[in-house]
């Protein structure tokens, strides 16, 4: 057994519960429903399976999950903006469990969106995939940010860049900054029991961000469209782990 198998074993259980939270409000999101609702599902959620809702108190952010509506890049807060057709909206839900952190988020469509959002949201999450499979110890996180970075920029998309993921634990962001861009062979190398997010925030137009008058919601500057999704993942022995998975087999839009 080695040094980090039980904290392996609670960001399992974290992790279980936050992408189980997603998989719930998945039917939850369409037409007619207030962010404010998908809110309070979370919570009661998290709440009744054992958990707790980071985001809630975190740095005075009151609500319990994010929802990052079509231009708004990330910390979108829940409130009675209620769900168009056309809409694509980013839920990222973290939960507590036995003070462990699990941390993830996916897009979700409102009705019919159209292709070029499809396109950008299928990009944003293949660009984070890309990168989870390349994990193992030795590999260096500069490699990471590279392989997003070069996937989506092909494309003609932009990566964010006032915003990263994170080291996780038993702390909810914690060393090593992931960045979503970077070069090959350069930064931290990776060692067994690491853990920590990748999350990508992907914009149809520039990378730059502006910071909305209610200190949270960061939309892109341009007013373009921005997608992201986020696993906790652990580095292990000789590849990784992602702890954040569906237990349906949710991946990215359409879920069926
Ligand atoms: N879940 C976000 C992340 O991926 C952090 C949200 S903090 C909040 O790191 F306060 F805005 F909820
Ligand atoms: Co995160
Ligand atoms: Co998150």
Redesign the pocket.
Known sequence: MSSYTEKFEKMRVAGKLAAQTLDMLTDNVKEGVSTDQIDKLGYEFIRDNGGYS??QF??G?K?S??TSLNHVV??GIPGDRVLRDGDAINI???AIVDHHYG?T?RMFCVGETSIKVNNLIDATYNSMMSAIKILKPGLKLGDVGYTIQSYVEEKGYSVVRDFC??GISTI??EPPNVLHYGSKNSGMELRPGMTF?I?PMINSGKFQTKMLNDG?TAVTKDKSLSAQF?HTVGISENGYEIFTESAKGYTKPPYK
Do not use: I, M
């Open positions: 980071a985001p975190y740095r952010f609500k999950l994010c990330c910390h990222d839900v973290t941390d988020s993921g994170h909810f962001h997010t999350e949270w986020e």
